[in-house]
């Protein structure tokens, strides 16, 4: 059995399919596509996908993951370009790997979270952002099945900054890892980019948004355009969200080719 690592995205309209909106899609796409998916046994059979981590429906992702599994091995690029052409543009197939390690879910223990603040100026939101991160703790309240729920957004919130749209729009990092703006960007506004830890309970960004409006009255007027730019293992020391799918790429990299000397003096301690 061949387990298969995909990467796809949430853009423009299609952030505010929910998950099982998703899964629909997706299952019709392994149908079209032929892929020769594992089930699993009982009554009710259902073809074995795994996902990780989804992110909140009307929130625009770049880097969403799943994993798959399949009863014939099939090249992951070949696969990722038919499975894409089976996707709604918009809900799009960019990577897959072979999976050669164990425990994505295990890597995901961060994400990078970009948050368009339209109708906000920059020096309010860092304004904002100053009294948040000066802040120890930041209670937030969320209504969860058993009522209202009352947390702490600031312990998970490894970084915040706020730019202007226009310094964002320029910015190489940005260039790489911002999906196309589904909102005009004639008007000056807000950007926050963020990395939040995945703690228990979760925070999320509409949360941020809470602790920022709770310690320095920011309340912008319209919905805040919400997109996860990466999700990965956090490093500490950089403060960076890196690859989960680096580690099966480099499991699948061929090993260096052994130089002339060294096959020599191998040859030699086997005689």
């Given at each position: 059995m061949q387990r298969i690592r995909l990467r796809y995205t949430k853009r423009g309209r299609l952030r505010f399919t929910s998950h099982r909106d998703f899964q629909r899609a997706f299952e019709r796409a392994l149908r079209r596509a032929e892929v020769p998916m594992a089930y699993s046994a009982g009554f009710t059979p259902h073809p074995k996908v795994s996902y990780a981590n989804a992110a909140p429906t009307g929130t625009g992702s770049e880097a969403e993951y799943l994993e798959i599994a399949l009863t014939d091995a099939r090249d992951p690029g070949k696969l990722r370009a038919l499975l894409d052409e089976s996707m709604p543009a918009g809900l799009d197939i960019i990577d897959a790997v072979e999976a050669r390690t164990s425990g994505l879910a295990d890597r995901l223990t961060a994400s990078v979270w970009e948050m368009r603040l339209d109708g906000v100026s920059p020096e309010d939101a860092r304004r904002a952002v100053d009294a948040f991160t000066a802040a120890e703790t930041v209670e937030v309240q969320r209504k969860a099945k058993n009522g209202m729920r009352t947390f702490d957004a600031r312990g998970a919130v490894a970084s915040l900054e706020a730019h202007s749209a226009?310094?964002?729009?320029?910015?190489?990092?940005?260039?790489?890892?911002?999906?196309?703006?589904?909102?005009?960007?004639?008007?000056a506004c807000a950007i926050l980019r963020l990395v939040v830890r995945h703690v228990t309970p979760a925070v999320r960004p509409d949360d941020v948004l809470s602790g920022l409006r709770a310690v320095a009255d920011l309340a912008p007027p319209v919905p805040a355009a919400v997109t996860r730019l990466a999700q990965g293992l956090f490093d500490e020391e950089t403060g960076t969200v890196t690859d989960p799918l680096a580690p099966d790429r480099e499991a699948a990299a061929p090993s260096p080719e052994i130089s002339g000397d060294s096959a020599t003096a191998a040859a030699k301690a086997l005689a």
């Open positions: 226009q310094s964002t729009a320029h910015s190489p990092q940005s260039t790489a890892l911002s999906p196309q703006a589904d909102r005009p960007t004639d008007q």
